[in-house]
T-cell receptor
Framework: GQNIDQPTEMTATEGAIVQINCTYQTSGFNGLFWYQQHAGEAPTFLSY????GLEEKGRFSSFLSRSKGYSYLLLKELQMKDSASYLCAASRMDSSYKLIFGSGTRLLVRP | DGGITQSPKYLFRKEGQNVTLSCEQNLNHDAMYWYRQDPGQGLRLIYYSQIVNDFQKGDIAEGYSVSREKKESFPLTVTSAQKNPTAFYLCASSIGRGQGGYTFGSGTRLTVV
């Protein structure tokens, strides 16, 4: 089956750290993507994890545990512009080119 | 610069009309996709194409049609059979097998008037 779960909404304070979790049940799982989407705009690529562990990229880090079917996106030193939706998406190892998307987590950063 | 272009940005449709949304990419990507996004919700797959002259239905294909006559182009037609077409439509492309992730167009907001 294909299922990806993320929290619907989160709120955090400017300057703080927030962790957005994603759990997945995807047959033939290959890797896990995170995208950022501001309201009314297209999603933009943030990170891609294939191997277990933490990938750090500036203020954003992404973690994957294949055995647990779990990933998280960590945002540090939050800024107001980080208010957006964050989409978790899984890719598969089969012939399908499709990504399986979660419903997204809306993050509100408050002053 | 390579990219993916959707047009128009805003589109208004009268009841009973068919409308076509354009999607063009110059990234030399094999695969292209159409998604629909409703307010506060995730992406739902309408159609996708892995190669020219071939395409498959996604999760919500009813009331939509596509063509893939050229590698660069993947237009989506919203037919009168689609009963609730008001939404944000996103086109995306990928190099293949999802490993390179998607590149998204800027989207088309369709409103029925």
């Amino acid at each position: 089956g294909q299922n990806i779960d993320q929290p619907t909404e989160m709120t955090a304070t400017e300057g703080a750290i927030v962790q957005i979790n994603c759990t997945y049940q995807t047959s033939g799982f290959n890797g896990l993507f995170w995208y950022q989407q501001h309201a009314g705009e297209a999603p933009t690529f943030l990170s891609y994890n294939v191997l277990d562990g933490l990938e750090e990229k500036g203020r954003f880090s992404s973690f994957l545990s294949r055995s647990k079917g779990y990933s998280y996106l960590l945002l540090k030193e939050l800024q107001m512009k980080d208010s957006a939706s964050y989409l978790c998406a899984a890719s598969r190892m089969d012939s399908s080119y499709k990504l399986i998307f979660g419903s997204g987590t809306r993050l509100l950063v408050r002053p | 610069d390579g990219g993916i272009t959707q047009s128009p940005k805003y589109l208004f449709r009268k009841e009973g009309q068919n409308v076509t949304l354009s999607c063009e990419q110059n990234l030399n990507h094999d695969a292209m996709y159409w998604y629909r996004q409703d307010p506060g919700q995730g992406l739902r797959l309408i159609y996708y194409s892995q190669i020219v002259n071939d395409f498959q239905k996604g999760d919500i294909a009813e009331g939509y049609s596509v063509s893939r006559e050229k590698k660069e182009s993947f237009p989506l037609t919203v037919t009168s059979a689609q009963k609730n077409p008001t939404a944000f439509y996103l086109c995306a492309s990928s190099i293949g097998r999802g490993q390179g992730g998607y590149t998204f167009g800027s989207g088309t907001r369709l409103t029925v008037v």
